[in-house]
């Protein structure tokens, strides 16, 4: 585990222990990141804790054909649209956003959840010549608003709540070596 969430996750066992799908993981870390707000934004919080599971999933599951990102990097500097990066199948640059929302009801839209600013981004710094061949939005929403799908001509991917909670939900390996990365690494 790359991701700082490791180092600020102030209570490991409660927020994992016998963990064992999204929506209980999810419920926890809004708990957690509202309990103490003197602290730590408790938004911020959020989608740190988010951005560490995705972290996870990608680095257990990132050779799958659902995935297909391969030496994953999360960036810590500055948010500027780009949660991380790593590599498709081909070898060509594959950039991620993590995208937490309470409402797994909802979609994402360009502009008020800055998927432009993914998009921007993704090309901007790690296209150099060309476009970014692979962009992929992780998310607990239910997909991308589809006038945002169209925006971009189908190029950004998504994997949405759905998704995700058939990756992971009663996946019990999985649940205990994002726990175990979280506290040992």
């Known amino acids: 585990m790359k991701h700082h969430f490791k ?3 102030y209570d490991i066992d409660t927020l994992l222990s016998e963990c064992n799908k999204i929506s209980t993981f999810m419920n926890r870390l809004r708990k957690q990141a509202n309990s103490r707000p003197d602290y730590f934004d408790p938004d911020k919080y959020f989608g ?7 972290e996870s999933l990608i680095a257990q599951q990132g050779l799958t054909k659902k995935i297909m990102i391969r030496d994953y990097e999360p960036i810590m500097e500055d948010d500027l649209g780009v949660d991380g990066f790593g590599y498709g199948p081909d070898g060509e640059i594959h950039t991620v956003q ?6 797994t009801d909802s979609v994402l839209t360009a502009n008020k959840d800055h998927i432009s600013n993914f998009v921007a981004h993704s090309h901007s710094k790690f296209g150099g010549e060309s476009k970014v061949k692979y962009m992929t939005v992780f998310t607990t929403a239910k997909d991308l608003h589809n006038v945002t799908h169209e925006m971009y001509n189908q190029e950004v991917r998504v994997i949405g709540w759905h998704e995700l909670r058939k990756l992971v939900d009663n ?3 999985f649940w ?7 506290k040992y690494s």
């Open 98 to 103: 993590a995208k937490a929302r309470g409402n």
């Open 171 to 173: 996946n019990d390996m």
């Open 48 to 54: 740190d804790g988010f951005e560490a599971f995705v």
């Open 176 to 182: 205990s070596v994002f726990r175990d990365s979280l």
């Open 7 to 9: 180092n600020i996750c």
